[in-house]
Every structure is written in structure tokens, then in C-alpha cells.
């Protein structure tokens, strides 16, 4: 997995700038442990499968452990583990009370009815149901599992310890406990964190162009917060390609004509290429889709002033060190897209507490939280002259040991 390798990068750079010791490093990059099972299901056949699942809790030195559960027939222990660590870092980068945790169950959903996918679910709680909890790991939706799966596996959990547990899981449907705010967060926080960026260099979204490659739930809900803030975005590309207009596209219409045909490529502007995105010239460009899209090999392309990282890991670490020696900003993916897991810890709040926040609520704290995140790493990178990547590394791992 290449962004377990960027990962490990950039945590050995973070490690090397704060003077580590071999034992600290080794406590950064040791789970504390590695959970495993084996979920066997009948299928609708008649038949029985068995798929293997995997439960990682990385470090829970600032809270419950918290991360994701994915169904994906690549999944396996090293990705789920990699996943685990990321996660430790962007709950400490923006300094909420939790540790970094994943699950994943080999196994492809698409394959599948939803009976079985509901057996697999409620498999996977039963099997991990005793080192789970409120107060002990917090799982979340992640890769091909859905609010409607979260609902599911609090209704096993529940079953199981006899009492009502909303804050068991997040992400659940609003109407099971679920926060207003939570389907937009990622992208929210993204552009909460370029807001504050661009207040540092006494400018706003008001006029800038921008180019969005992903147009999916992220990808989308950050071009309509770009263009609502009066910036013009001039590309945007999904999986079949890319659409581009210099003078700004209609997003409404490029995202409507998406669902309607199936691709952006449909909409009316300038073809091009998904690949082509990355050297379109534009004040903002946000990577919101699939990692290593921007590399040793196509980092010369890139004609913009700051990289907005949606996605995890686009840029990888070479490309990285050549866009800051070039002047570009990258505002890495364990701040940018950070909104999601705050606004999973609101509701994580919400649901120990008994209370229901608005929708504004959420914002206005999203907006709190992120902006607070955004500078402390780029305080931490403006005093010592490093990447804005390097600071989040050294500030989460500052947190964490000072947590120990």
C-alpha cells in the first residue's frame, strides 16, 4: 500500500525533526494490537463463506480509539493497520480527545445481497463486540459501508450488551443518533482550512480559480463551497475524465449532468483528460479522489499555489519536497480532510451527552476546530522553516507522546 509508505516517510521526517529516540519511533509505528477473525455466513444459496476481518487499535494514548470499518476484497492486515496509524495522527492534528483505530472485512458488497451484507455486519460485531465501545474503540463508516451498516452493527452491539449504546459508532442515520453535518464534513473542514490560509496571505476565495479532481461526495461538496464563495472553478474531473472552462464552470450544471449521464466528461466545456487536471493552471488545486496522482513524474506540470489535499495521500513524498523548493503550498490530507473525524467526535459528544446539536452548532464548531488546527501546524511550520506536512507529523507526534 503506497500510502502506508508515505506514511512511514513522513513519520521517520517528523521523528528525525523532533530528535526520537528508537524506542519513541517504535512506540509510533507498533499497534497496541492486532485483532483477527474469521466471519462465516450463510449465504442466500444456502452455502456458507467465510471471509477474514481485521480490528487494528494503534494508539490510544488521547482517547478511544477511533477509525473506519471497510468491506473491500483487497482489504487485509497491513492496509487496515496502516489506516489505523493515519488515523492516530489526524485525531491528534486536530486535537480531539481520541487515538487511531481501523477495521475492514475482505469481502466485496457489490457481490452480495443485502441480507448478507447485514450477516457480515452483524458477524463482525459479534466478533469484536468485547474490545469495543463507547469508551474503548469507535468505529465508523469507511469504504463501501454506509450509515445504513453503522445502524445495523449499534442494533448487534446493543443486543448484545442490553442497554441502549448510541455512542458505540458514528455515522449513523440522523434519525439513530447520526449528526446533522456529518455527510459534508470532509469537505467543509478543506475549505475552512484554505479560508484561513488564504486569510495568512490577506486574500479570499473571492475570485481565485480552482480545479477539483473527484467528484464524488468530497469532490463535489467542496467544488459547490468554492464556487459559493466566489472562486471559479475551471476544471473539474472524475474517473472518465475532465471538464475545463477558463472563465468558470456552471458546477450545478457539471454535477447534475454527472448523475443524470454518469461523468462530468458530459457536461459542456473543454475536454480533457483525468491526468490533464493536475497541470491545469489555477490559483487552488484539491486532489479529492485517489492517492499518488501527483509524483516525481508529473509534479513539473503543476501550475498553481496551493494543493488542497481531500483525498489521502495524492502527493507523494518526493513531489512533495519539489512543490515546497517551487513555492507551492500543500496543506496536507491529515489536516485538510480532518473535518470528517471531528464531526464524528461531535457526534460521538452529542450522543454521551443526550443532546442534539443544530446544524449551525456543528459548523460553527467544525469552523472552530479546524481553524484552531490550522494554526497550530502552521505556526509550528512558519518557526522552523518546514513544510506544512512536516509540522501536522511533528505536532500529532508532540501530542501523542505527551499523552503517554
Known amino acids: 500500500m503506497a500510502a502506508f509508505q508515505y506514511f512511514k516517510q513522513n513519520m521517520d521526517r517528523a521523528a528525525d525533526l523532533l530528535g526520537l529516540s528508537e524506542e519513541q519511533r517504535a512506540k509510533l509505528e507498533t499497534p497496541d494490537r492486532v485483532l483477527k477473525a474469521d466471519l462465516t455466513i450463510t449465504r442466500d444459496d444456502g452455502s ?23 468491506f473491500h476484497p483487497d482489504a487485509d492486515e497491513d492496509e487496515v493497520s496502516a489506516l489505523a496509524a493515519m488515523m ?50 469507535v468505529p465508523a463508516p469507511d469504504v463501501y459501508t ?42 467543509d473542514g478543506a475549505i475552512i482550512v484554505l479560508d484561513a490560509l488564504l486569510r495568512d496571505q490577506h486574500r479570499s476565495l473571492e475570485g481565485l480559480t480552482a480545479a477539483v479532481q473527484g467528484a464524488g461526495n468530497a469532490g463535489a461538496q467542496a467544488a459547490r463551497l468554492l464556487a459559493d464563495g466566489g472562486a471559479k472553478v475551471v476544471a473539474l474531473a472524475d474517473s472518465h475524465g475532465t471538464i475545463a472552462n477558463a472563465s468558470g464552470l456552471d ?119 479546524m481553524e484552531d488546527a490550522y494554526r497550530d501546524v502552521a505556526d509550528f511550520a512558519a518557526e522552523r522553516n518546514i513544510t506544512l506536512r512536516e509540522a501536522a507529523y511533528a505536532l500529532a507526534i508532540t501530542r501523542i507522546l505527551d499523552a503517554e
Request: a negative charge; hydrophobic letters at 35%.
Open 146 to 187: 454506509n450509515p445504513e451498516i453503522m445502524s445495523i452493527m449499534l442494533d448487534e452491539y446493543e443486543k448484545i450488551v442490553g442497554k441502549p449504546s448510541p455512542a458505540f459508532i458514528t455515522g449513523k442515520p440522523i434519525e439513530k443518533g447520526g449528526s446533522l453535518g456529518r455527510d459534508t464534513a470532509t469537505a
Open 251 to 369: 458546477v450545478e450544471h457539471v454535477l447534475t449532468t454527472k448523475e443524470e449521464k454518469g461523468s462530468v466528461h458530459d457536461a459542456e466545456g473543454e475536454k480533457l483528460s483525468a491526468e490533464e487536471l493536475i497541470g491545469t493552471a489555477c490559483d487552488v488545486l484539491v486532489p479529492a479522489a485517489l492517492e499518488e496522482q501527483i509524483r516525481s513524474d508529473n509534479v513539473a506540470s503543476v501550475r498553481t499555489g496551493v494543493v488542497l489535499e481531500i483525498a489521502n495521500g495524492p502527493t507523494t513524498p518526493e513531489a512533495d519536497q519539489e512543490l515546497f523548493d517551487n513555492g507551492i503550498i500543500v496543506v496536507p490530507d491529515v489536516l485538510a480532510n480532518a473535518g470528517g473525524v471531528t464531526v464524528s467526535y461531535f457526534e460521538w459528544l452529542q450522543n454521551k451527552s443526550g443532546v442534539t446539536w443544530t446544524e449551525d452548532q456543528v459548523r460553527d464548531r467544525l469552523k472552530e476546530t
Open 48 to 70: 456458507s463463506a467465510t471471509y477474514p476481518a481485521y480490528r487494528v487499535q494503534f494508539n490510544n494514548a488521547r482517547g478511544p480509539y477511533k477509525g473506519g470499518i471497510r
Open 88 to 137: 492516530a495522527v489526524k485525531c491528534a492534528v486536530v486535537d480531539i480527545p481520541f487515538g487511531g483505530g481501523k477495521g475492514g472485512v475482505k469481502f466485496n458488497p457489490k457481490e452480495h445481497s443485502a441480507r448478507e451484507i447485514e450477516e457480515v455486519s452483524r458477524a463482525f460485531v459479534r466478533a469484536f463486540a468485547d474490545n469495543l465501545g463507547p469508551d474503548t474503540d
